[in-house]
């Protein structure tokens, strides 16, 4: 496979989302790959995924990227109580990555609930 086909497929997206803000944030068919095979438990949990965008409890910038937000959205179905985070680099409007944890990390909060 040539290079400007290997340009091609990586710019494929596997999925769209639209986050609390009302903007269109993509998934790769390359970031959904790493994802799952990197955290295989958010396979079975797109639903959870795809609320966490829209519906978010909290919105923290990266600390290591300014382009970069994670948004996390509690579950009690998870593991008897864990956060869904979505990575999502906004420059590109794109998700990196995406995990469950019991703790949020720091960063300046853009957004929380009431």
């Known amino acids: 496979m040539g290079e400007e086909n290997k340009a091609c497929k990586r710019r494929r997206y ?4 639209i986050d609390c803000f009302n903007r269109k944030i993509e998934l790769s068919d390359v970031r959904w790959d790493h994802i799952i095979e990197t955290h295989p438990e958010i396979k079975k949990l ?6 966490a965008l829209i519906e978010p409890e909290l919105i923290r910038r990266s600390v290591y990227n300014q382009k970069v937000i994670l948004f996390y959205r509690h579950y009690k179905h998870i593991y008897e109580g864990k956060y869904m985070c979505v990575v999502v680099r906004l420059d590109e409007k794109s998700i ?5 944890t019991d703790r949020i990390k720091s960063g300046d909060v853009i957004w929380k609930k009431n």
């Open 14 to 17: 596997r999925m769209e989302f």
């Open 46 to 51: 797109k639903k959870e995924l795809e609320g």
């Open 96 to 100: 990196v990555t995406a995990y469950i």
